[in-house]
């Protein structure tokens, strides 16, 4: 009820300060039988971890992930999965000045009034370091659901940096993807984000950017309407994402625009197979998956941590400037690539185990 | 677990089929001592119900609604409160078609598919009727948070109908809202919108549309992080909508485009409230509402239902062709604006009781 | 979280008050494909409805169910089960003194100091008529369970009535327990049960009774530790009932006094089946159900409402004195029997489909 | 959904295994605000661990806790509280014949059965090692419920060892209760079962007893009808315990026996409080607190870990014959105590806040 739980049957609960001494996830629901070793999980943190490259935050942790309960003799017991990421490298020197003063667009504020007290320390538990432990629990889901559903991939991907927007590649593979460091297929549009996120970078700004993901390989059936539709849990797990201002299933907002005619899906037989001939639908119907890729976007705000002078207001709610100091991210997407599959493969991985239930 | 309820303390549990005997909706969590009547919640069912106006469906249905369990004497008792309303107005005669053949776009292909069997009359638990349920619930959350904070007043309105977009009016009010049929508070577009519905309607075609809502007088402090974040459960509650293909909070996909030093919302102090400058972030922080306005924004696709030849798939899995008879919406939107009211004050509901448990 | 719901997956909500016009419940989470209609589950309500016999009240309340939704042509869909029972018979008149002193060991004192407001009539919400719900929903839970477990059977009887206590019959069946009215296997001690009820229904007084439940045929695997045991979850359905005051499984309070090498149950091999020479676990260990009989029992206080003046306190806070009107059970066990089964089987249902998740 | 969380606002989590590198709890949803320090957590874990005398297993652990997250400054922030046990003194070499034979009464075939593979080292996460995470989180409920009920304390005892009962001593103190080594308030039966526990602990067998438990300063007002009574969610907490096998409120078993107009607590006014002269109600009616002590008893099975030669059957399904080794508790009563407690202030504190929310 204090929010810090996802997931109704796979379910996870993350914990932990930025500047603590770990920060961690347990996972209450993961079937016994899996194979499961650290190294499933610590190649998705690996992607996820700061200091990769010139577009990300210099900030170096290793983020190495200890599993500590759950597994034995290298197999999920169907006990309780608890994984520890010790913190390293904090200057919470840095952070001094965030004690007395709100940064704007930050959490700051808002914990301040809500809990009346707050661990201000690298931003304490509104730090996105808490991804880190999101993305622990999203590796073990995806294990798993490659282990039961043949063909099922979750690809995320750069698809806008600023007003940048990718090229349709077509298929989009994990190679494509970690091909270059902003994490864009489309490699001539991947030159001019990095261009453009080592511009702002140099300007002490930021900027904000898209996050596409497609999920193939999907059985029909996922999704319990009316309430837990697949899109609206989806559309859940991502706006939890820090910075996420907006989602959009299949054709999404421009969808508006069209007609009822040129917007639906017509059906056709393929093999066995009920299939559609275009799929605005994002490859949820009803709050149903029909079998088609499930498509979605995710719009990331630009970085609120600025190195330019703000004006803010201290904790004892006197006018005061806020300059930000340390190492941050100027845009958030290439890291957020590994966030957004992890959520959507928890919240797959959920659907999936509920539509078992009821077979 | 099979998806029919919404809202951890204020829960609300949905029943009925569009051409059953009855629909209805339990309310568990409702705070005693509110002063509660049928009228309170009949004149927001008004609002949705069809045959209001020439750009909505010609079906006729009173929807009144009966007040069952929980209100004594005019107040509620902290008892389960039911609703229940009656189906009138059945040609189920419409829907023989639909029993044979998988209306496109439509959830006929994956209820069949995941359950086995499927009350087809009028696409039975899955079609928008089942929102009225969601307006009837969404009345008493409103009666009650409009009776706790000063203030509160929760507006939504169509801003976008096909490729025609409202301009910016200033504040919007409800008798600006309800001044047209369309429900867009800027009368100037109204008029193109009701003129473009009028024109898809004849084309037996239907168009998508935005609805967009205003909560005033929040107090900061609503919403649970890290997962159940406000802007994340506003998020689930308008995807669960029926045709809702996105959803953004403030800037939103737009805000991908600005740089750090814009998007940031700076504080000042205004007498012994700290507020921000701008609103970016759309009223909420760190998944916490920070006392401005909560501004989003919710995309609807076109109906599926249009009165035109379409390619389908029968229920024996043959290629089959459908078209739509009966009566039907040409655009959501308009009826729309009471559900996503409705959905807002209860996510809003919820939260404002979660956040006493913590004070 | 207001209580209303019992349930993880296959969850009810029961809503609705003595007096008022109806009582009902919904199930959400009842799988698809079963057949069902109102016979299957009036036969339950009829063994629980008032005026049955000389032990039971004399009110005689017809509790006709209506299934409202969830079903088409005579199958669940998947969708939520509403069932309605209408209130007949009501004589509020009879509650005129219930409105203005607080009856003891009744709901009434707690309701108004929590509530602020309470339906007094015929005990409102408190009273146990509310338990016909449970009846009506866990008739569906037992078909479920019938038809998905070859040989699953639950069986609950009176077991003890004051001090008289029945002897060990062997097997029960349903056929035995019906034999009498007090639902007791032993015949002998179902006499002197009648005699003993019908003499403190003479004096207006009333007196307790145990009834024992045994559920055969359950395959091992249920209940999910180490808070969701099997055990636990009962003793949470059974505590729940009005009246209860104990609950005990296998060896209960009795195997406190056993040494552990005599209350330990050996393993054995029974063709395919690891099998235990006793039964002292109760069918249950480590919170899981091992395959043998899950039998438990449940403790029922003497019914509250006696025919003598009492010492109580007026809503306005002054002492005053009590004397119920109306007609009352002297004995609740008898009617609580399908009540005990309905908690049991809803229990089990739901576990049921959980271990369905996981496998 | 797996079982292993509890409580639905104050929700706490347990994981780990007997032998593997540690245990742990993460508690979500204690308020902010709360001073809190590892020595209160000590204190209580001090008195469940194992090793205390010789009425106990000579296993030594120290069972010291870290608290890693949550509190920042000596203050829980609202963020999840995550506390560590590190494990010691493991002799897994004795749980070697475990491994391969089914412990009688155990849970070791229920896992097997149901996991298809289990942690047998020490019984994996069915060992009771596991309600040392309930001791630590139970204490910070405690600390928080004395911190705003003025008045309140929660004591249990040993009131039954084998068929030792102890006698009415009045008012209970945890100093009586820590007077001697059994945690029985008795002084002349306390020295009865220590030689009783004694006696079996030479034969190399076991013996139950009884924990009664009385909670004092409850407010008026806490538990939810009709589904999550304060006894019923009572209820179920003490089943959840490794090796309890009843649990009855109030009056209990012994109720049954009693007339209505005996077992009623007749109500009067003392000052400005409505009280009752007894309390066969045992503090709770119709599922919610009346303001008197809330009285309960749980009992427990003999431990099943005897020294002696018992049948049972081999994880390839033979029948084979099993002798424990190691260090094991003769009778599980003494330290059984601190988790009765610890259970019951987490059923409180749930119910507390759970009561805030509908003020």
Do not use: W
């Not at 201000?120 to 730090?127: A, C």
């Not at 706006?239 to 996420?244: C, D, E, T």
């Not at 498509?295 to 930000?324: H, I, L, N």
């Amino acid at each position: 009820m204090a929010g810090n739980s996802f997931g109704k049957i796979f379910q996870i609960t993350t914990f932990g300060e930025s500047h603590g001494p770990m920060i961690g996830v347990v996972i209450d629901g993961c079937p016994a039988g899996l194979s499961l070793c650290e190294a499933d999980v610590q190649v998705e943190l690996d992607r996820r971890r700061p200091g990769q490259s010139s577009v990300t935050t210099s900030r170096d942790e290793e983020d190495g992930v200890s599993i500590m309960t759950g597994v034995f003799e290298g197999v999920t017991t169907g006990m309780p999965i608890m994984m520890l990421i010790k913190n390293k490298d904090q200057r919470s020197g840095d952070y001094a000045n965030v004690a007395e003063v709100f940064r704007p667009s930050h959490a700051d504020y808002v914990y301040q009034e809500k809990y009346g007290v707050r661990d201000y320390r690298g931003g304490g538990r509104s730090s996105a370091r808490e991804t880190a432990c999101r993305v622990a629990a999203g590796a073990v889901a995806k294990k798993f659901l490659e282990s039961v559903i043949p063909g099922y991939v979750c690809t995320a991907y750069v698809s806008q940096v600023g007003d940048l927007r990718a090229g349709d590649v077509g298929e989009v593979t994990r190679s494509m993807v970690e091909a270059n460091v902003v994490r864009c297929p489309d490699s001539g549009a991947a030159e001019k984000m990095i261009e453009l996120i080592e511009k702002v970078k140099a300007e002490g700004d930021t900027v904000g950017g898209v996050v596409s993901c497609v999920v193939k390989g999907l059985p029909v059936g996922l999704g319990e309407p009316v309430f837990d539709r697949l899109n609206a849990d989806l559309g859940k797990a991502m706006m939890s994402i820090n910075a996420v201002k907006g989602f959009e299933v299949g054709s999404g907002f421009g969808g508006v625009e069209m007609k009822g005619s040129e917007h639906n899906d017509a059906f056709f037989v393929e093999g066995s197979r009920v299939r559609t001939k275009t799929n605005n639908s994002g490859g949820i119907q009803g709050g149903i998956s029909n079998g088609e890729d499930v498509r979605f976007r995710v719009a990331f705000k630009p970085v609120a941590t600025v190195m330019k002078e703000q004006d803010s207001v201290s904790v004892s709610g006197e006018e005061a400037k806020m300059r930000a100091v340390g190492r941050h991210d100027p845009c958030v997407v290439p890291r957020a690539v590994p966030i957004v599959e992890a959520m959507a493969n928890l919240v797959i991985v959920d659907h999936y185990l509920r539509a078992k239930m009821f077979l």
